[in-house]
């Protein structure tokens, strides 16, 4: 049964940075493109940052410039690296591979930034 699991999620002011950590069962990481995205209140669940097996990354431009996604296939950990926060930042984070499966949706990980 896979599992993705999100942290590092938090409070933080306007400008600030976090580092969310996606920790998944078996070789989920290891033998897939890997994503990250969001959902705010009351809107819909938007892509964020994508990393292909080859390691090349793609970012929706809300956060571009502003984000890294990286990957450690030993450890079966995705990351997404956020600095220079915004309000428009808040919302729940989620993991999952690319092309995403409904059923690996995890708890997700909230993000705060208060203005």
């Known amino acids: 049964q896979v599992q993705l699991v999100e942290s590092g999620g938090g409070l933080v002011q306007a400008g600030g940075s976090l580092r969310l950590s996606c920790a998944a069962s078996?070789?989920?990481?290891?033998?897939?493109?890997m994503g990250w995205w969001r959902q705010a209140p009351g809107k819909q669940r938007e892509l964020v940052a994508l990393i292909s097996l080859g390691g090349s990354t793609n970012y929706a431009d809300s956060v571009k410039g502003r984000s890294t996604i990286s990957r450690d296939n030993a450890w079966g950990t995705v990351y997404l690296q956020m600095t220079n926060l915004k309000a428009e930042d808040t919302a729940v984070y989620y993991c999952n591979t690319s092309p995403y499966v409904d059923a690996y949706w995890g708890q997700g990980t909230q993000v705060t930034v208060s203005s």
């Open positions: 078996g070789n989920i990481v290891r033998f897939n493109a």
